[in-house]
């Protein structure tokens, strides 16, 4: 079991910036496949990131790359969402979540090709407001 609390959400103007972060505890051994959501009202739940932390690997969906920026730190107890150049785009309860992952290219599967996380923390809300 794993288990995952967001924190950082919060109101920023355009423009602004704003770091979440997910606090992990429990078989982090085991899933090192990490990842960011989002939902914004009426819409899908969006994969907005991922970090494979056995190797590093990150990747984007293309509309936050370069304004967002994923990491964990030294200790892996928690992983962060830097995100820079916000807009009301950008408006939606933002979610972390954990899985299994033999290597990159499947932890991409889980989180871009939707073949599921195993763990889900109960999200955080940002509004950017123009």
């Known amino acids: 079991q794993v288990q995952l609390k967001e924190s950082g959400g919060g109101s920023v103007q355009n423009g602004g910036s704003l770091r979440l972060s997910c606090a992990v505890s429990?078989?982090?051994?085991?899933?090192?496949?990490l990842a960011w959501f989002r939902q914004a009202p009426g819409k899908e739940r969006e994969e907005i990131a991922l970090l494979y932390a056995r190797d590093g690997t990150t990747s984007y969906a293309e509309s936050v790359k370069a304004r967002f920026t994923i990491s964990q730190d030294n200790g892996e107890s928690t992983f962060d969402l830097q995100m820079n150049s916000l807009t009301p785009d950008d408006t939606a309860t933002y979610y972390c979540?954990?899985?299994?992952?033999?290597?990159?290219?499947?932890?991409?599967?889980?989180?871009?090709?939707?073949?599921?996380?195993?763990?889900w923390g109960e999200g955080t809300l940002v509004t950017v407001s123009s």
């Open positions: 979540a954990a899985g299994r992952a033999p290597g990159p290219n499947e932890c991409y599967n889980l989180v871009f090709r939707h073949y599921g996380m195993d763990y």
């Open positions: 429990g078989n982090t051994a085991s899933n090192k496949c």
